[in-house]
DNA sequence: AAATAAGTTTAGGCAAACCTAAAAAATATA
DNA sequence: TATATTTTTTAGGTTTGCCTAAACTTATTT
């Protein structure tokens, strides 16, 4: 399995939620920054491995083998993450890029005594579930902000945006796992809000409503 | 910088304490566990990209640019191995293979927080030298245990040999960093030596002496 | 239903890093 | 010194993963 192949897995994983009768390779390739005439080839590799079913212009979907492969590239992805964070002291912002080198080392050991290390966590940094080593994900409850109404609480548990410039923004306004939110009024024309936060008050655009993720 | 340049870089500096004059293609091949074409080929790329002193036929050597960055990845890879014994109760032998892996992860950050989460360790689980962000090393005094004659007392600081073989050997005798050995007999046809260690008597062949280092 | 647009695949190339086999240079030996 | 041996390099090939441009499907308009 090489690190391209996993990250193939892994994005097939991500997208395949949004795209249940197959992923396009267009949306593929934008995913992984490169060109459609790239991920046909690939997939057609993973498909002749059996990893993942391609019809031909119908696009691509995991298969149960290639379901696990890419959960353990999660949980792998996700255990380094929390290393990162909670022993190293990197802020939301700066986890993913190293996370994304450290997911493909490969030593079943290794991931067993990184996870026994950090006290066998259940969630990542942003909130999202660590698969086990079976492949099992907790499921989570969780809405996006723009869904709720003016007078819900809900408290952060996620963020769907995982991009630098938007967990900057995040640090900046001081909104991180835990945070309790109250929307204040939804600006009809542009579905921006106005939310409470540690008592104060702040505008939030639709982009960041829908980017972030409460339990209530 | 590739994985395959930096492995190439790190060979180098580990072989031209031994070869003064010039690395042979045939050694480093040896070494890589490669072949002597696909040497040659590798390091005119090096000499081209200003890393290393290549002349046909007389061997390759590393210049400043080129052993810093040898310095850098061997930093990277001593702190990681560290990681792996003092965090995740890795066994001497089971350190390398991944510690190999680790030590291409590109990130300032993470060395420079790795090295702070260690309490800025100095030497590796090996016993040796940890070079510091300018590529500078501590020269440690040492000498191998077939060097002393009966009667000397020496404390393991380091292995020459770290095939997991050999680690594994070390492992079951209790031999390990700080041990202290002292030398009872020395046989004369074969040059092994009956050691004293915790007070059990241990036979030691040539073989294992030349490669355990003491201080004195 | 035909024409156009959008998305997908095929074909042909490129760079990195490896390989084997043949040629060339350096070294050792008679 | 001439010959044989060993070492090194060159030449040509392979695989992986990417690319662009052209050909082909599928979807959308008119």
Chains 1, 2 share one sequence.
């Not at 991500?14 to 795209?19: E, R, T």
């Amino acid at each position: 399995m090489t690190f391209s192949e996993e990250n193939y897995l892994k994005s097939i994983y991500s997208l395949q939620k949004d795209s249940p009768k197959g992923v396009s390779t267009t949306i593929l390739a934008q995913y992984l920054e490169s060109k459609p005439a790239s991920v046909t080839e690939m997939i057609k590799k993973l498909d002749e491995k059996g990893l993942v079913l391609y019809q031909p212009y119908q696009g691509v979907l995991l298969n149960k083998n290639g379901e696990l492969v890419a959960l353990k590239v999660i949980r792998k992805h996700r255990l380094w993450e929390t290393f990162l964070a909670k022993k190293l002291d990197f802020s939301w912002d700066e986890i993913h890029d190293v996370a994304e080198q450290l997911e493909h080392i490969k030593s079943d050991k290794l991931i067993k005594e990184l996870d026994r290390f950090l006290g066998f966590p259940t969630h990542d940094p942003h909130g999202d579930p660590i698969p086990d080593e079976q492949g099992n994900v907790i499921k989570v409850e969780k809405k996006q902000v723009s869904q709720l109404v003016p007078g819900d609480t809900g408290t952060c548990v996620g963020v769907n945006d995982t991009s630098s410039s938007f967990l900057q923004f995040l640090d900046q306004q001081q909104i991180k796992l835990g945070t309790v939110i109250e929307i204040m009024h939804l600006q009809d024309f542009d579905k921006s809000m106005t939310v409470r936060i540690d008592g104060r008050e702040l505008l939030l655009s639709q982009i960041a409503t829908e980017n972030i993720y409460v339990k209530f």
